[in-house]
């Protein structure tokens, strides 16, 4: 075996060989390349074209790193005299047209960036990190070109923040093959309405049967205005959250109005307040109890929050009506300002609320997908701009398979 065809063997060429090797500074091995089979072919339609040019400039594609070497392709790409595209350079099996680094190198970014932090993939492909975060953005834009969102009956809507809480962006998720389909900046009615009016068709908006959104009057409104067949559905842990966050207001205002003895009673209330009954001690509940003596209000705004649990376990949608409005009722009559709101909240949106029982779509997959972005987020110390964030969106946890898009002879992991 030629040293050649053994380097040639190591690197998994196929469609092309080795022909000569270059030791460079910097730990930097240059692999001089030769087509295998002698076939110019055109990058836009494949056909076989004349040459027209034999050597034009030398050109470099990075490939993935053998130890401490960085390979680099080396080869003077032909130019070509294709009947219909004209004059055009050469189809190179190891790359994309116009890409510095081979298709092995893309794929096994892609894989490291889906699991480690950019740097750190970074230093195992030995690259800058900027060159990386670069080559990243431009290899998921040329992948995800011409890709449309496909078979979506079942959508969730969500905000998520992605610099110190100051920027939004909105998400769109399939729930029912649980990836996000689309990401757009703000998280006002502007937002979605493009998503509406730009990724979808007029028929992909009427076949659209179930949307899931929070309490927030723009997704609210876009839904009804761009999906006429859709049932909307109010988020249940949305909706759990914002009576929490009513029983709390009940708490702070007691807090604020106790002296210092009785604040003693209301000590750790926080936490205890908004927990679930399944996941309280009995000695929790106990002291729960005891606020019937301390302080009357608390304790009926949490009586409240408790027997509304009971809502989400009903089947029958005329059942769960009948529940809903009693316990309207008597949240109206607790006196309890914030509860009075929340309920209000509720009457006005009544049919998304009650549409839970009979389709039983919530964001819970959303909540799981982003659980996973901000653990993206989090290793890369957020970022700064949308576009590396939206990119790293679509590696992770986008519709598209992006390493699946890739040819399985350059897959390496
Ligand atoms: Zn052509």
Request: glycine share 6%; charged share 30%.
């Amino acid at each position: 075996m030629t040293v050649y065809k053994l380097i040639a063997k190591l690197l998994k060429f196929k469609d092309f060989r080795c022909n000569g090797l270059a030791f460079r500074r910097g730990n930097r091995l240059e692999v001089l390349v030769k087509p295998y089979k002698n076939g110019c072919r055109c990058p836009e339609c494949g056909r076989r074209g004349r040459i027209v040019r034999q050597r034009s400039e030398v050109r470099y594609w990075r490939d993935i790193p053998v130890g401490p070497w960085s390979i680099w392709l080396m080869y003077w790409p032909r130019e070509i005299c294709c009947d219909t595209h004209g004059r055009v350079t050469e189809q190179l099996p190891w790359s994309e047209a116009g890409s510095r680094v081979s298709h092995r190198f893309e794929y096994l970014m892609l894989r490291y960036c889906q699991i480690m932090p950019q740097k750190a993939a970074a230093q195992l492909l030995r690259l800058p990190a900027s060159t990386l975060s670069d080559l990243l953005h431009r290899t998921i834009g040329r992948l995800r070109e011409g890709h449309r969102i496909r078979g979506l009956k079942t959508i969730g809507v969500d905000e998520i923040s992605y610099h110190k809480g100051h920027k939004y962006a909105t998400l769109v998720y399939d729930l029912e093959r649980s990836c996000v389909v689309w990401i757009g900046q703000g998280k006002a009615r502007a937002a979605i309405d493009r998503f509406f009016n730009e990724a979808l068709s007029d028929y992909q908006k009427a076949r659209i049967q179930t949307a899931c959104c929070d309490m927030s009057q723009a997704y609210i409104g876009a839904i009804q205005t761009h999906c006429p067949n859709a049932t909307l559905v109010l988020d249940r842990f949305h909706i759990v959250k914002a009576l929490n966050e009513a029983v709390d207001e009940v708490r702070k205002e007691q807090w604020r109005e106790a002296t210092r003895d009785e604040r003693k009673a209301l000590k750790g209330l926080r936490w205890l307040l908004s927990r679930h009954s399944s996941t309280r001690s009995r000695r929790d509940t106990q002291n729960l109890n005891a606020l019937d003596k301390h302080n009357r209000r608390i304790y009926r705004a949490w009586r409240l929050k408790e027997e509304f649990e009971h809502f989400w376990t009903y089947q029958a949608p005329w059942a769960a009506e009948r529940f809903l409005k009693q316990w309207t009722k008597s949240a109206l009559l607790s006196r309890l300002e914030p509860l009075r709101k929340f309920v209000h909240t509720l009457r006005r949106h009544q049919d998304a609320v009650l549409a839970f029982i009979g389709t039983r779509v919530t964001n819970a997959i959303a909540e799981g997908l982003n659980r996973i972005v901000k653990i993206v987020k989090n290793r890369a110390s957020g970022f700064r701009h949308l576009d590396a964030f939206s990119d790293m969106i679509y590696l992770t946890v986008g519709d598209l398979d992006l390493p699946g898009q890739i040819p399985v002879r350059f897959r390496t992991l």
